[in-house]
């Protein structure tokens, strides 16, 4: 490894180090009754980096992780920073089949995991014969608790490039196998620095972790405050009504939400909302989904005085595009144009760039970019361009001033009697029906049509399917050709870690 000229590498452990020399007492982690002060935080990290160092791992030793959110999520990430190795994280969702096939193709050299996790990655392990460190209490692994007393809390500061990946992050699969994102340090520090200037993040600010850490947004933006200096307040398990305490109990002042969240404070009932205590809370952000423009109007009603962003990225390319509250209202159903340090490019159909009007798949190029896939060279070349630019799929339109509004993905657009049906347009009608709660829109094979709309319903309490009704709805902010012709319901739609929902899971 050879460390670039002009200066010190971005690392996304300098964050830690940086605030226990300039706020070693202030509170940087809080779960639960239990809290991290930034010179506890730096010195359990260090740690950890020990404690893998003992292992005999090498430089570069790639780490799998399985956690929620909890106290030791971050401590983890820096530890691991520390000696120099790459984190995997592992979906604590995942069968066992599925964990093994994440710890095989990573090459992990070694496991952290919660206690409840031990049933999903133990088979693994044991068959690899590789190092388990138990989080909570084992009778078969070392404990983490054990391991970190026994190590010394001196940070070793491997060092480390900034073009290195922290991070190797599988993608959700919702297309086929998962593949392994090379994050950088440098992607994910100049995304916190760059968080920090937009959202408030960081010094003397109290942030809330919502989203989960073990995928690549729910762990930019809970691990983003303790790199720059502010609190994070971790959730361990998704609930609105629990979400509303700890904003009010800690002072909460910034919260990442998925879509699929929204829906469910919504349904607590607006009474509830108004009762809570949110009077420290001044931004959201969202991203992950689609946040439909009628749900986006009740969240900005909903939180009075509350900056609401809506955000656009990928685990491939980071954070692509922000829509900021100023322009919200002028700019229903877009995700806003580039953030900071990034450009965009959309390609039509023939490859030719496409400006203000047109509409086509989107590229993006920026020092948020992944490495590449993991022992993927095929599957990286394929999204990626000769100059650098990325796609991860994504169809859009961009209106006369340029704001990017997102239509869907290549992958699931609908070809009906030869006419592209984009399923995200049909998804948003649906979602102002006063008995519809979600809508997922995908293509089914027809002799007719090749391909005909079919809309899986998840209806609001209390209401029954009207198909008819639905249609004429549908008929009149609608061509013919996008009206579903296929209607059914579900009590939940099939979602991923990212909140995303997973098409291919669909049971019509």
């Known amino acids: 490894m050879s460390l670039a000229p002009g200066g010190a590498p971005l690392n996304i452990a300098n964050g830690v180090r940086e605030f226990v020399r300039a706020t070693p007492q202030r509170l940087a982690v809080v779960d639960g009754d239990r809290s991290l002060t930034y010179a506890q935080l730096g010195e359990r990290a260090a740690r950890v980096a020990n404690m893998l160092i003992g292992l005999g791992l090498e430089d570069g030793a790639h780490v799998a992780v399985g956690l929620g959110n909890r106290l030791e ?14 984190m995997v994280p592992v979906n604590p969702r995942y069968t066992a089949a599925e964990a093994e096939f994440i710890l095989e193709h990573s090459e992990a050299r070694a496991v952290i995991a919660a206690d409840d996790l031990v049933d999903v990655v133990g088979p693994a392990v044991r ?16 404990t983490y608790d054990a391991a970190l007393a026994a190590a010394s809390p001196v940070d070793p500061r491997r060092p480390v490039a900034e073009t290195d990946p922290f991070c190797i992050a599988y993608t959700s699969g919702t297309t086929g196998q998962p593949k392994g994102v090379m994050i950088s340090h440098r992607s994910r520090s100049l995304t916190f620095y760059q968080a920090a200037t937009e959202w408030g993040l960081g010094n003397g600010r109290t942030s809330l972790a919502v989203a989960p ?11 983003a405050p303790v790199f720059t200096g502010g609190t994070v307040v971790m959730l361990n398990k998704w609930s609105p009504t629990a979400m509303l305490e700890l904003v009010a109990k800690h002072g909460v002042q910034s919260v990442f939400l998925v879509p699929a969240h929204a829906q469910m404070l919504r349904g607590l009932g607006d009474e509830a909302i108004a009762t809570a205590d949110l009077s420290s809370l001044d931004t959201l952000y969202f991203n992950a989904s689609a946040l439909p423009w009628e749900l ?35 700019r229903p159903g877009s995700v806003g144009q580039p953030w900071f340090m990034t450009e965009v490019r959309v390609i039509d159909d023939a490859g030719a760039e496409v400006g203000p009007g047109g509409s086509g798949e989107l590229f ?7 490495n590449g896939y993991f022992k993927n060279p095929e599957a990286t070349a394929r999204c990626t361009t000769e100059d650098g630019f990325v796609t991860c799929g994504d169809l859009v339109s961009l209106d006369k001033d340029g704001f990017i509004h997102i239509v869907g993905r290549k992958s699931d657009m609908i070809v009906s009697g030869g006419i592209n049906v984009y399923p995200r347009e049909v998804e948003d009608v649906l979602a102002e029906h006063p008995t519809v709660s979600e809508a997922a829109v995908l293509g089914v094979a027809s002799e007719k049509w090749g391909e005909e709309v079919a809309a899986v319903l998840v209806l609001a309490p209390g209401a029954t399917l009207d198909t008819d009704d639905l249609e004429s709805f549908c008929r009149e902010r609608l061509a013919g050709f996008k009206i579903p012709r296929r209607w059914s319901t579900t009590d939940v739609l099939p979602r991923n870690a990212a909140g995303k929902v997973v098409k291919r899971d669909i049971q019509l």
Not at 73 to 86: N, R, Y
Not at 213 to 223: K, L, N
């Open 213 to 223: 850490m073990y995928h690549g947004a729910g762990f930019a933006f809970g691990y």
């Open 127 to 142: 068959a690899a014969g590789l190092p388990l460190v138990v989080v909570g209490q084992s009778s078969e692994f070392p």
């Open 73 to 86: 999520h971050p401590e983890i990430a820096c530890g691991i920073a520390m000696a120099g190795m790459t």
């Open 364 to 370: 993006s190029r920026s020092p948020y970019l992944m």
């Open 296 to 330: 986006k109007q009740w969240v900005m009603g909903a939180f009075p005085g509350v900056d609401v962003h809506e955000l656009y990225g990928s685990t491939e390319s980071g954070i692509i595009t922000n829509l900021r509250p100023d322009e919200a209202t002028s």
